[in-house]
């Protein structure tokens, strides 16, 4: 049975809700890697990025909420840019590609928020959906002690994978919103 999508209490929310709060101690990991990598901060890494898959698939199967649209990419961002930053800090990534990630999160969660208050959603594109997963492929790797060190181009080479798809989707949000821009609520 389909939920109403103004509930709150759903299986989808719950798993969102707990990436949410477990990511803290996922980004508390990543400090202590070192160069060297951390089997720890992977495993967290993995059952989190494979938790954003089941709330999806719980969410399409029993219906989405207007909270979880807001949550699930919350906790995507809260657990990548957070993970990128930390890596940066302890110089594993450069920080102008994670710049850029941030800089075009942070105008389409803009964008989002500014149409979305005149009643209009901005689901993700598939691109950007993609975006997600190679940016999770690249801190997975950079973290995973296999590849933290002997494939530095493995990792280094999906961030910048992530980066042309992060500019790519804006440019495919850009040209959506000019073809067919938010039209206001109008009282009757």
């Given amino acids: 049975m389909p939920v109403d999508p ?13 990436r949410i709060l477990v990511a803290p101690f996922m980004l508390v990991l990543i400090p202590d890697q070192g160069p060297k990598g ?8 993995f059952l989190l990025c494979s938790s954003d ?3 999806g698939y719980l969410a399409r199967r029993h219906g989405a909420t207007t909270l979880g649209a807001f949550l699930d990419p919350l906790a995507d961002k809260v657990l990548v840019l957070g993970a990128m930053f930390i890596l940066v800090a302890n110089d594993t990534f450069w920080i102008v590609p994670v710049v ?6 942070i105008m ?13 959603s901005v689901p993700a594109s598939k691109i950007a959906k993609w975006k997600t997963f190679v940016q999770q492929l690249a801190v997975g790797f950079a973290i995973m002690p296999p590849t933290a060190v002997d494939a530095k ?3 280094n080479g999906l961030l910048w994978i992530s980066v042309a798809l992060a500019l790519i989707s804006f440019g ?5 919103a000019r073809q067919h821009p938010p039209v206001a609520d109008v009282a009757a």
């Fill in 153 to 155: 181009w493995l990792w």
């Fill in 108 to 120: 389409i969660s803009l964008y989002r928020t500014f149409v979305g208050a005149k009643g209009v």
């Fill in 38 to 45: 951390s089997w720890a901060a992977f495993i967290l890494w």
């Fill in 172 to 176: 495919q949000y850009v040209y959506r």
């Fill in 100 to 105: 850029i990630i941030t800089a075009r999160e």
């Fill in 53 to 55: 898959g089941i709330d």
């Fill in 6 to 18: 103004s509930a709150v209490k759903t299986w989808a929310n719950l798993v969102t809700v707990a």
